[in-house]
Nanobody
Framework: QVQLVESGGGLVQAGGSLRLSCAAS????????AGWFRQAPGKERDFVAA????????YYADSVKGRFTVSRDNAKNTVNLQMNSLKPEDTAVYYC?????????????????WGQGTQVTVSS
């Protein structure tokens, strides 16, 4: 069993930055693939970014490519999402997810464990 807790959300002006962190317990995070998703009110949960186990690869949605960076901090057992040049359309609840199984990084159904989410609000 893996427990995930996100932190770092908040309110920021357009053009600003936030850094989200996802802390894992119950398993060494570096052995797991992990992803970030977001969900705006009334919309589906969308893929944002993912990192393969052992940091063997990173993946991004086109809408965030060049602005967001996903990384690991193995010493803290966290996966982080650095978000720069934020836009109002980035406003959503951001979720961290992970799996120890074979995955399709863009597909939420291939993830086994989810955090509770953290709100990111970008004002114009």
């Amino acid at each position: 069993q893996v427990q995930l807790v996100e932190s770092g959300g908040g309110l920021v002006q357009a053009g600003g930055s936030l850094r989200l962190s996802c802390a894992a317990s119950g398993r060494t995070f570096s052995s797991l693939s992990a992803g970030w998703f977001r969900q705006a009110p009334g919309k589906e949960r969308d893929f944002v970014a993912a990192i393969r186990w052992g940091s063997a690869g990173t993946y991004y949605a086109d809408s965030v490519k060049g602005r967001f960076t996903v990384s690991r901090d193995n010493a803290k057992n966290t996966v982080n999402l650095q978000m720069n040049s934020l836009k109002p359309e980035d406003t959503a609840v951001y979720y961290c997810a992970t799996t120890s199984k074979r995955w399709s990084y863009e597909s939420p159904i291939t993830y086994d464990y989810w955090g509770q989410g953290t709100q990111v609000t970008v004002s114009s």
